[in-house]
């Protein structure tokens, strides 16, 4: 079998806020790899860098020291418009508190980012429907955010970042919104689809309740990474 292509990888990234007296060290020499189909989980107490790793990862922050590379390319001193390149193309973010656009229905504000094509040719807003169709939302295309469930808005949160179907998903605590049964099966929705479609995720959270659905469990302890049994 073929090795899985390395979607993400850290090397030895360190990431300092501030400088002189008020410097903060967030992450210190981390070093993370992530392939395509895998789901990985970093979990870490309040103030450990997990939302600082993810939005280096993300290409929306750069390190301090260290090297970032997406889908094989290094992007730790790339330009602004080339960064923003991998974050349209290669990236999607699904957040604790879903950011849907409130004006919007559940198809509006998955269509808007859906990447036209796929074989079949399908327009933005087909392929927005079958997404949302997968992950039982074929009822609520027409719903207003206000109108749905926190597990539902988060099910359109991952329609969205899939049906931009990127190579690299990140979520930063994407169950903290939800109850525990919910957050458990919304992300079990999206470890099957991630892995359907043959994504690399990275999860980040303090909920040890959605362990079960990792293919790797890492740990931050104050801006410094180590592996989990
Ligand atoms: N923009 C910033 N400027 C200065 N310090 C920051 C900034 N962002 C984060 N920090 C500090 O970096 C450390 C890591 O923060 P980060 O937000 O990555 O933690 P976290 O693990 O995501 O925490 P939480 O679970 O509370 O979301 C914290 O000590 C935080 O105060
Ligand atoms: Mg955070």
């Not at 458990?184 to 079960?212: C, F, G, P, W, Y």
Request: with cysteine.
């Amino acid at each position: 079998m073929d090795t899985p292509e390395t979607i993400l990888r850290l090397e030895g990234v360190t990431k300092v806020y501030g400088s002189g007296e008020r410097a903060v060290t967030a992450l210190y020499e981390v070093s993370l790899q992530t392939h395509a189909g895998e789901v990985v989980l970093v979990m870490g107490p309040s103030g450990s860098g997990k939302t600082t790793l993810l939005t280096i990862a993300g290409a929306l922050l750069r390190p301090t020291s260290g090297t970032v590379h997406v889908c094989n390319t290094d992007i730790t001193r790339m330009g602004e418009n080339a960064l923003a390149s991998i974050r349209r193309e290669k990236v999607a973010f699904i957040y604790q508190s879903f950011n849907l656009l409130e004006a919007l229905t559940a198809l509006e504000n998955v269509s808007l980012v859906t990447t036209p094509g796929g074989l079949n040719g399908a327009t933005p807003q087909e392929r927005a429907k079958e997404v949302l169709g997968t992950l039982g939302l074929g009822q609520r295309l027409n719903s207003l955010p206000k109108q749905m469930s926190d597990g539902e808005k988060q099910r359109v949160a991952i329609a969205r970042a899939l049906a931009k179907d990127p190579a690299l998903m990140l979520a930063d605590e994407p169950t903290a919104n939800l109850d525990a049964k919910r957050g458990h099966e919304v992300m079990e929705l999206l470890r099957q689809k991630a892995l359907e479609t043959n994504k690399a995720v990275v999860i980040v959270s303090h909920d040890h309740r959605i362990r079960d659905i990792a293919d790797r469990v890492v740990r931050l302890e104050d801006g410094r990474l180590q592996a989990e049994s």
